[in-house]
């Protein structure tokens, strides 16, 4: 599937910003979709995990963002939110959207990740 990742921005420390992320592709594709979620890196820095989404809506949060970054999605619309509210220096990187897919079949299942264009966030002290 193809990701576009959108809502990025400069905005001061205490501040927030919503990024969206819509998924596209054939309709098998978009069916196979299970996890989406985010990630970001920051200079120097490994690519970290900083939320997830199952299609059922279990979530799963980086420590450092848990109280703070709230992860949504509309299984209809193929797209996944992050709020980020409160928003630290730190909090600084490229964020990445990512979309699991999984196809079962009888003779073989398949998974395998898709990453969308990083949307840069700057968050100024």
């Known amino acids: 599937v193809q990701l576009q990742a959108s809502g990025g921005g400069l905005v001061q420390a205490g501040g927030s910003l919503r990024l969206s992320c819509v998924a596209s592709?054939?309709?098998?594709?978009?069916?196979?979709?299970?996890?989406m979620g985010w990630y970001r890196q920051a200079p120097g820095k490994q690519r970290e995990l900083v939320a997830e989404?199952?299609?059922?809506?279990?979530?799963t949060y980086a420590t450092s963002v848990k109280g703070r970054f709230t992860i949504s999605r509309d299984n209809a619309r193929n797209t996944v939110y992050l709020q980020m509210n409160s928003l630290k220096p730190e909090d600084t990187a490229v964020y990445y959207c990512?979309?699991?897919?999984?196809?079962?079949?009888?003779?073989?299942?398949?998974?395998?990740?898709?990453w969308g264009k990083g949307t840069q966030v700057t968050v100024s002290s």
């Open positions: 990512t979309a699991d897919l999984l196809v079962v079949s009888p003779e073989i299942t398949t998974a395998s990740r898709d």
């Open positions: 592709g054939s309709i098998s594709s978009i069916n196979s979709i299970n996890t």
């Open positions: 989404i199952a299609r059922g809506g279990t979530t």
